[in-house]
T-cell receptor, first 113, second 111 residues
């Protein structure tokens, strides 16, 4: 059974720092892995999607890497801003007919001005 | 781009009442998903449609929960005889490929 762990659970940093959010998963048989952002009381926004054949994806100040064999993904946030404050969730997509996302508990990020 | 919409955004009901939520996916997305999320937890899978066919339903769901997607477009999620433990955010997502697009969610409070 796939299990997803995100470290740290919470992070509070001053504005401008470069950040590393970690995600590990137990079963390497995945189609892809997505990183989402969730603001309090809101839905989820897809940030980056890394296909299983890819190593990384970049969007603006965000970069996500994937090492499928070791069951790890990392989200890098460069030059953090207060607007980056949110919960970040990673979700590998299981290989199989119904393409189920398996979720971690997220990393709650606070970027202080 | 209208995105995924969900209605209502908030619902307060008394225990024992029935509630129904609606999800309108991005047009032409053939896959639609329902999730439930409680505070501090990741989303919990409820059910999945491909077009109008319900392909999977979580074993965690009791018989009080039912979902439909009658014409392969919008979907409804009904909870019968609500219980306080049903209080949560109910999220809908749609996709036509690997990327999921989520709606804003419906917050249910059962008193």
């Amino acid at each position: 059974k796939q299990e997803v762990t995100q470290i740290p659970a919470a992070l509070s940093v001053p504005e401008g720092e470069n950040l590393v959010l970690n995600c590990s998963f137990t079963d390497s048989a995945i189609y892809n892995l997505q990183w989402f952002r969730q603001d309090p009381g809101k839905g989820l926004t897809s940030l980056l999607l890394i296909q299983s054949s890819q190593r990384e994806q970049t969007s603006g100040r965000l970069n996500a890497s994937l090492d499928k064999s070791s069951g790890r993904s990392t989200l890098y946030i460069a030059a953090s801003q207060p607007g980056d404050s949110a919960t970040y969730l990673c979700a590998p997509e299981e290989a199989g007919n119904n393409r189920k996302l398996i979720w971690g508990l997220g990393t709650s990020l606070a970027v202080n001005p | 781009d209208t995105g995924v919409s969900q209605n209502p955004r908030h619902k307060i009901t008394k225990r024992g009442q029935n509630v129904t939520f609606r999800c309108d996916p991005i047009s032409e997305h053939n896959r639609l998903y329902w999730y439930r999320q409680t505070l501090g937890q990741g989303p919990e899978f409820l059910t999945y449609f491909q077009n109008e066919a319900q392909l999977e339903k979580s074993r965690l769901l009791s018989d009080r929960f039912s979902a439909e997607r009658p014409k392969g477009s919008f979907s409804t999620l009904e909870i019968q005889r609500t219980e306080q433990g049903d209080s949560a955010m109910y999220l809908c997502a749609s996709s036509s490929g690997p990327r999921r697009y989520f709606g804003p969610g419906t917050r249910l409070t059962v008193l």
